[in-house]
């Protein structure tokens, strides 16, 4: 695997893209890591979706919450504010991006607005919920302030015995809106090979040294039940594939599925391969003579070659 390893970073190299760090793990052998930078922990960017995602996962098989219940119960003091059909928007709605709002709101944008989560609600929808896909940051904000309502904990907190501590990942910070609660769909800082353990987890369908951290259920969930991304013509957003899972990108017929993270936060579950890769970085864009993302160069000469 290291050889691999090593002609991810030449290739990455030669298209300007600077790697922090490259985890590969597969099943039955040893993980192989390279560094090439300090081992520090990074913010995930958007990865911290992911974990999102299964924290309300694992609040739901606890009995605290459903995904299909609607969000505003959680927010019984916004009723009265929010805007005709946001009260049919529901949890899985915001983690699949498919609420149907023009909110747009991203953990790196100004706060112009006294609670994010009464702006949200009070703006009229755009589209039907379920119906419209959009990337955007305010749906697991809003979901993991729900998870708050329902457990009384952060999603930080409420991760830390569940998952953090079971997985050495000890004291992560994740930064938090001016209210105080984490911003939950990005801003989580880990290292590479915290992350890495967080997708072995995912691989090995929740269990960890005998214990069940995230239902096996959830962990088969977050990559099967899924909403298109290409239904309409016109979405001039992110998408880095055909489909979205709870959290994670995912293709039509694949089982291998991606948490992604701006300028080069990665990791891929293949399961068919019993592999996870995990790469950190900071890639601005392709500038090498025959421009190719990041993740293409990962399926080229890792994923595709395990």
Not at 31 to 51: A, G, H, N, Q, Y
Not at 153 to 161: K, Q
Not at 285 to 302: C, K
Request: aromatic fraction near 8%; include cysteine; hydrophobic fraction near 40%.
């Amino acid at each position: 695997m290291r050889e691999l390893i090593d002609a991810l970073v030449r290739s990455a190299e030669r298209e300007g893209m600077e790697l922090y760090g490259v985890h590969v793990y597969r099943r039955g052998a040893e993980p192989v890591e390279r560094r090439l930078r300090s081992d520090d922990r990074i913010d995930l960017r958007s990865v911290s979706k992911t974990f999102t995602s299964v924290a309300l996962g694992i609040a739901e098989a606890e009995g605290r919450l459903a995904l299909d219940d609607p969000a505003l119960e959680y927010y019984p003091e916004l009723a009265g504010s929010a805007a005709p059909g946001l009260d049919q928007v529901t949890l899985r709605h915001l983690l699949t991006m498919t609420s149907g709002s023009p909110h747009s709101w991203s953990a790196y944008e100004p706060v112009l607005v006294a609670d994010l989560a009464a702006d949200f609600f009070a703006t009229p929808l755009a589209h039907e919920p379920g119906t419209h896909f959009s990337y955007t940051g305010i749906g697991p904000y809003i979901a993991a302030r729900a998870l708050r309502a329902a457990t009384g904990a952060n999603v930080r907190d409420y991760l830390v015995s569940r998952l953090f501590t079971p997985l050495a990942i000890h004291n992560p910070q994740w930064h938090t809106c001016p209210l105080g609660h984490p911003v939950a769909e990005s801003a989580l800082h880990l290292t590479t090979s915290e992350l890495a353990r967080f997708g072995r987890l995912l691989l090995d369908e929740g269990r960890h040294e005998g214990r069940q951290l995230i239902p096996a259920e959830y962990c088969a969930r977050i990559a099967t039940e899924t909403v298109p991304t290409v239904e309409d013509p016109t979405y001039q957003g992110f998408r880095l594939s055909d489909s979205y899972g709870l959290g994670v990108w995912c293709t039509p017929g694949e089982k291998t599925y991606k948490m992604a993270g701006r300028y080069g936060q990665l990791c891929i579950i293949a399961p068919d391969k019993e592999a996870v890769v995990t790469v950190t970085g900071h890639v601005e864009g392709n500038t090498g003579p025959h421009p190719v993302s990041i993740t293409t160069l990962i399926d080229q000469e890792i994923v595709d070659r395990l």
